[in-house]
């Protein structure tokens, strides 16, 4: 038996759920309920939508039976910080095998290492039973590093992630696509972290060059306004375009048809699922390299390109506008390597074989890149 136990079920993570499901008898242990901000933006509420499902926070019952399940399951991911650390002391103590998923734990700089209750919580929880049967699976490429300062979880780290839904394009999705004008797509929250002022930078950028191009923005929040008033400071009105809040299924057809993906978030974007998403749309994406699953997936120029500064990334778009090969190239790798690697089906399946040859005492199996590559 395989359970996981999260805040609450989200696209995200679902299609690893049903594939775990398929594994084994599997539950997911929500510890709340869906946030109504999420909801409020278009999110299916998932916790009443399967089965499977145990709404740890509906009852005093509930609590008890998920108490049960983590006790008597043989597998156990848990999600860092979503829950009462205790529901899963037993189990460690009793050396029954569980999985720590957790993204990266310093963002906001190499001080952050030594803020008190941090520390505390990591040396009490990870570092306490680093030598017990409990394993690290890394939601983004910095995540065992950080774990590693406070001596938790090394050689016992695994490559993890989100994985969204994974959409088969055997046509390929060129036909939505044209050699005329450029179609470039950003969409996050309009959040200081999340760098919208980098997309007014890059349209004056390609405008000063004559590059035939436009850029939407998908999304809201606190520098909505800001943004706003710098299209027009700047008039940018004819080539940035400001679209709002999009429920997440039609995001994707915006992916579709665009040309270069842009992912301007810094340090403070653990995964980034949006990654996963536009690269199954096969668009060619130009990332900050300090987002956690840009250092998982993107392999610099061949599936994607990453910079480091402001002006690395005016610099890697003005050159990847003016080649509509690369682009082409890029977009096609990046599909591949969903498809082929980080999907939800390959992710399982390999966490399933790690799992069964912790348990079994056996040799686990190693891998060169992906999900379940062996980090330290």
Not at 170 to 194: C, G, I, M, P, V
Not at 294 to 300: G, R
Not at 303 to 318: D, P
Request: hydrophobic share 40%.
């Amino acid at each position: 038996m395989i359970v996981f136990i999260s805040n609450y079920l989200n696209h995200h993570q679902l299609s690893v759920c049903k594939q775990l499901a398929v594994k084994d008898k599997f539950f997911f242990i929500a510890t709340e309920p869906t946030p109504q901000v999420r909801l409020n933006l278009g999110y299916e509420n998932m916790n009443d939508s399967y089965d499977f499902v145990i709404k740890m926070y509906e009852s005093p019952a509930n609590k008890d039976y998920a108490e049960k399940l983590l006790n008597d399951a043989d597998i156990v991911i848990a999600g860092s910080c979503c829950f009462p650390f205790e529901m899963i002391v037993p189990r460690l103590e009793n050396n029954k095998l569980t999985f720590w998923f957790s993204e990266r734990l310093f963002k906001r700089g190499f001080l952050e290492r030594f803020y008190p209750p941090k520390i505390k919580r990591v040396l009490s929880q990870c570092t306490k039973y680093r030598n017990k049967n409990f394993y690290l699976l890394c939601a983004g490429g910095y995540v065992a590093k950080d774990y590693a300062f406070y001596n938790a979880f090394k050689g016992k780290s695994f490559s993890w992630g989100y994985f969204p839904p994974v959409i088969a394009d055997e046509k390929n999705n060129s036909e939505n696509r044209t050699d005329q004008k450029l179609s470039l797509l950003w969409t996050a929250r309009y959040l200081k972290w999340k760098h919208p002022e980098y997309i007014i930078s890059a349209a004056r950028a390609l405008k000063k060059r004559g590059v035939d191009f436009e850029i939407k923005m998908i999304g809201n929040g606190k520098d909505y306004k800001r943004i706003t008033k710098l299209i027009k400071k700047f008039k940018l009105e004819n080539y940035v375009f400001q679209l709002g809040a999009i429920p997440s299924k039609e995001v994707r057809n915006y992916m579709d048809s665009a040309d270069i993906f842009l992912f301007t978030s810094d340090a403070n974007e653990g995964w980034g699922a949006v990654l996963n998403e536009s690269m199954n749309s096969r668009c060619a994406v130009i990332a900050n390299e300090a987002i956690g699953s840009v250092k998982s997936i993107i392999h610099n120029g061949f599936n994607g390109v990453t910079y480091k500064n402001k002006k690395q990334f005016i610099r890697e778009l003005a050159s990847l506008s003016q080649d509509r090969a690369k682009i082409e190239m890029l977009g096609n790798n990046a599909y591949d390597t969903i498809i082929n690697l980080w999907s939800a089906e390959c992710a399982v399946n390999r966490f399933y074989e790690t799992a069964t040859a912790i348990l079994s005492n056996s040799k686990i199996p190693e891998y060169d890149s992906g999900p379940m590559k062996k980090i330290n």
